[in-house]
């Protein structure tokens, strides 16, 4: 997502403070254990926390290469469109994951990793030989976040002191003198057989293989409790673990929306949205992981008293929101595990989120997109999270107080708001804050009412109007089904919208389930936003189609995970969005799309909830 991101975003920063509570730290210090994929840049990067110990693959190829060529020597593997890494597994808690690198100087080599506490066994087995190009597999050994520790290579082993522990590092076959420019203790090793990289007691290359095999085959066994949906489940796992790091500025374990990203953002990057959506997935099997992102994004509220639309390392987004779809996420998440403390740790944020919009998004009585004055039209849309929707190309600002505001009345705002108040209206009630809870409801049913006035009869659906200009626009997306979401319409008017424009082949219905504008708008071109299937469009549909249409949430539940399971299984792929013409059948469909981000499992998680999963 937000492809468009400028220089000037980077204005628009403050250093975000956190009070951490005794369940927060207890949280953390069960998360922040242990080997995982921790380090935000290569996927073959193991570390070991809380010690930072890192031991990091590196793949050379043996003969001259050409200057210039970035596969020359792989130092940073992150999954691309390249298609040189396809992610295989990747378990939670990191206790077993595998990849496979493709077709690299025409070999393909496969790396499994499974741990146990404080060790670890790394195998990396040739799958397919080149017969030309040989390589050498170099292990990097150092230690991560300036933590200290004493690393050494002491012949055929590398130890790394602490202050109450030691390891000791060690391979199944003998290294060979390589003199590269490392700054840290290395060993180098031919590529020309499988090989085992492991800590603690010498053991043979037999029996690394079999402990990688039990990993494995656990794995296998734990995501069989979803049936028919294992696979389903394991891709969800493996998208999520993948991109999941350990940021050590806040002693935190979070999860950006895909490793790509990472290094540009300085670190990291979470988007309001997209964590919130993260959170709900992990959900599904992992509270700790769930309530750490929710917790991560909400109470990273800035000084204007909003979640901003991204977070980075010590900064948060200034002048812009994101989708208010914190507080629904946040209680959907308690009522699976009913913790208070959770909800505790999120309200007085998402509270004051809550106000933030009607203090400063309202124009003629309804909520639309905005920004800061002084930055402009797309600024706003960034803030509608559908950074080039056509919804809006017809959109002029309009400045109130310290605000510039779009001059369109958004169905989606409008109705994610009433949901927003009728969510934290419920923790409110939880937590035994009964005036908070009146007001919300108060705010919910007068945004219900003003929602309403975006019906049109004529065409039978909820539109978008022009506030400078009279009429409604004519540019149709799926947001215009939000308001079932907020139980906004009638049985008949939500009919009308199901039955007209849901099932309409000329608008939205087809096998590839939701375009994100009409298939008759002249926008129309599948390039982002403008036609692009989108798993958070779909997903929130689905919430309000549950409540109105079980067939059609069911067709969309199941059309979405057709889509999500069949582009795993051919691609490796967890698609940021989908060809809405063309499906997933050729990954080069995919426009202006990440190939492995993590919100694209929206699309297979509706099949879970219809399965009572």
Avoid at 180 to 206: C, H, L, R, W
Avoid at 214 to 235: D, I, P, T, V
Avoid at 430 to 436: I, S
């Amino acid at each position: 997502m937000k492809k468009f991101v400028f220089a000037v975003l980077l204005t628009l920063l403050f250093q975000s403070t956190f009070s951490q509570s005794t369940n927060y730290i207890a949280l953390q210090k069960q998360l922040c254990k242990g080997w995982n994929t921790w380090s935000y840049g290569s996927m073959l990067s193991h570390v070991l926390l809380p010690e930072g110990l890192v031991m990091k693959l590196n793949l050379r190829q043996s003969f001259i290469g050409t200057p210039g060529d970035p596969d020359f020597f792989i130092n940073e593997l992150i999954i691309d469109t390249s298609e040189l890494v396809r992610p295989v597994a990747h378990t939670f808690d990191g206790s077993y994951t595998e990849l496979i690198i493709q077709n690299w100087k025409g070999n393909t080599i496969r790396v499994q990793s499974a741990s146990k506490g404080k060790d670890i066994v790394i195998l990396v087995t040739p799958v397919i030989h080149s017969p030309n190009i040989h390589y050498s597999i170099e292990l990097e050994c150092g230690m991560m976040w300036n933590r200290e520790g004493n690393i050494k290579r002491m012949g055929k082993i590398i130890t790394a002191s602490f202050t109450d522990n030691e390891y000791v590092i060690r391979s199944t076959r003998d290294n060979f003198e390589s003199y590269q420019a490392y700054t840290s203790p290395y060993m180098a090793f031919k590529g020309d057989s499988a090989i085992g990289f492991y800590t603690g007691k010498e053991k043979s290359i037999v029996e690394l293989k079999s402990i990688v095999e039990n990993a494995q085959k656990e794995y296998f066994s734990y995501s069989e409790k979803y049936g028919e949906l294992a696979e389903g489940f394991r891709a969800i796992q493996s998208v999520l673990g993948w991109n999941t790091i350990f940021d050590a500025e806040k002693n935190r374990v979070i999860t950006p929306v895909s490793r790509s990203w990472n290094e540009a953002w300085q670190g990291y990057v979470l988007f309001e949205w997209d964590t919130y959506f993260a959170s709900y997935l992990f959900a599904l099997d992992n509270k700790e992981l769930a309530y750490s992102n929710a917790i991560a994004i909400t109470t990273g509220i800035n000084e204007q008293g909003y979640v901003g639309q991204w977070q980075m390392p010590g900064m948060v987004a200034t002048g812009i929101s994101q989708p208010p779809v914190g507080s629904m996420i946040c209680r959907m998440i308690y009522e699976k595990y009913h913790e208070k403390w959770f909800l505790e740790e999120v309200y007085n944020e998402l509270l004051s989120w809550n106000r933030w919009w009607v203090k400063n998004r309202v124009n003629s009585t309804f909520l639309t997109w905005g920004c800061s004055k002084g930055y402009g039209h797309q600024m706003a849309a960034w803030e509608s999270g559908l950074d080039n929707s056509p919804m809006y190309d017809e959109a002029e600002m309009k400045d109130i107080g310290e605000n510039s505001v779009y001059n369109i009345a958004d169905v989606g705002l409008n109705s994610m708001y009433v949901s927003d108040c009728i969510s934290l209206a419920k923790i409110a009630a939880t937590l035994g804050k009964t005036e908070d809870e009146k007001e919300l409801l108060a705010r919910a049913s007068q945004y219900k009412l003003i929602t309403q006035n975006l019906w049109d009869e004529k065409s039978g659906i909820y539109l978008n109007k022009f506030l400078d200009k009279s009429g409604f626009s004519q540019c149709l997306s799926p947001t215009m089904f939000y308001p079932m979401m907020a139980g906004i319409p009638t049985k008949e008017q939500a009919k009308r919208m199901v039955t007209e424009h849901f099932y309409n082949s000329k608008e939205f219905y087809s096998d590839y389930l939701l375009p994100s504008c009409a298939f008759n708008d002249e926008a129309y071109n599948n390039n982002y936003w403008r036609g692009a299937i989108w798993g958070p469009m779909n997903f929130l549909v689905y919430l309000g189609l549950r409540d109105y249409d079980n067939k059609a949430a069911n067709d969309l539940a199941e059309k979405s995970y057709n889509l999500f399971i069949e582009a795993w299984q051919k691609h490796g792929a967890v698609f940021e969005n989908i060809n809405s013409g063309k499906g997933v059948t050729n990954r080069k469909d995919q426009l202006n799309c990440a190939p492995y981000y993590h919100w694209g499992a929206l699309m297979g998680i509706m099949k879970f909830m219809e399965e009572g999963k």
